[in-house]
């Protein structure tokens, strides 16, 4: 498939979700309003596909820099990709449409394009969205996923979302979901932290042999973010490989980095506050790398998480929970 700016790949229900989105995480150290204007020049830059989430605390900003971008006639909300996530501390299924509807309140958009589970760990319902104990343990909740799913189907049939899928789930917990007697949509699509130095081949072939799409997040490596990640790893854009890549190419490291996944057929998240790098990462259709460099970014593999919350996953009070793999 040629690959362009307007690419997009239909998913198992019919719609389609645009290759290249915008991410929208920031760290605390980051304005809210910087965020904001991060997304609107996204989308005057060609970005269609707006990554979010009710974790990330900033879902009115996004919501309004997109309606603001709308106003302006930039684009109509139907060019406009949106993905939301559910939070932990909602997976509880009698909360999950509520939650919908907060995180629509907050965007003022009527429908979500696409609504994802967050993480397949459940945390203690409440205010707080890493509710710990006394020792600074996470709390976590006994939740069955297969409850969740089918109340995210129910939001699907309510009109209040177009597509449904997961994120950081593994092969066991999607074929949780896929067997479950009764289902009637199938995840859409798998969000997984994914870079050349954790390539998820395994769970990719999985998924692509279920019709159900892998996302990559922290496709160049990760944002560094102290309670997040585990400093001592090592930077993926400093990788000799990457970097004689983006020479040979006139590229920089980070575009052959989101390059390698589209040509593996995954959907890939960047995420920026500066134009210029805005700019820069959405330059990823006028190039195309060999068999030979793809082989050669295959092997750099490491299965290294920059994400330190899979250690969650890994948590024994979880038992359903464990690493993707």
């Not at 269609?48 to 974790?55: L, T, V």
């Not at 990719?204 to 102290?226: D, Y």
């Not at 930077?235 to 593996?264: G, H």
């Amino acid at each position: 498939m040629e690959l362009c700016k307007d690419t997009s790949v239909k998913m198992n229900d019919g719609h389609r979700i645009p290759v290249v989105g915008f991410g929208t995480y920031a760290p605390d150290t980051v304005p809210k309003s910087k965020c904001e204007e991060a997304v609107k020049v996204a989308i005057e830059v060609g970005y269609r596909h707006i990554d979010g989430a009710y974790f990330y605390e900033n879902e009115e900003e996004v919501g309004r820099a997109i309606r603001e971008k709308i106003a302006d006639g930039t684009v109509k909300r139907e060019d406009i990709f949106y993905t939301g996530k559910l939070w932990s501390t909602f997976n509880a299924p009698e909360m999950v449409q509520s939650a919908l509807k907060k995180s629509l309140k907050s965007l003022q958009f009527d429908y979500i394009d696409l609504y994802i589970i967050h993480t397949p760990l459940s945390l203690k319902p409440g205010d707080d969205l890493c509710p710990v104990d006394e020792n600074g343990k996470l709390i976590f909740d006994n939740v069955d996923l297969c409850a969740t799913w089918e109340a995210m189907e129910a939001c699907k049939d309510a009109g209040l979302v177009k597509s449904i899928g997961v994120s950081n789930f593994n092969r066991r917990q999607l074929e949780m979901i896929l067997n479950k007697p009764g289902l009637k949509y199938k995840p859409v699509c798998n969000q997984v932290e994914c870079h050349p130095y954790l390539n998820q081949r395994k769970l990719l072939e999985f998924c692509k042999s279920k019709n159900i799409v892998l996302v990559a997040f922290s496709a160049l490596g990760s944002h560094r973010e102290e309670r997040w990640v585990d400093q001592s790893t090592p930077l993926l854009l400093e990788d000799p490989v990457l970097n004689a890549l983006a020479k040979k190419y006139s590229r920089s490291p980070a575009l052959v980095a989101l390059r390698y996944q589209l040509q593996r057929g995954v959907v890939v998240l960047a995420k920026s506050f500066t134009r210029k790098r805005i700019e820069d990462n959405f330059k990823v259709f006028d190039f195309q790398l060999t068999e030979e460099d793809m082989k050669a970014i295959d092997s750099l593999n490491q299965n290294l998480r920059y994400d330190l919350c899979q250690q969650f996953l890994d948590h024994p009070e979880c038992p359903s929970i464990c690493q993707t793999k």
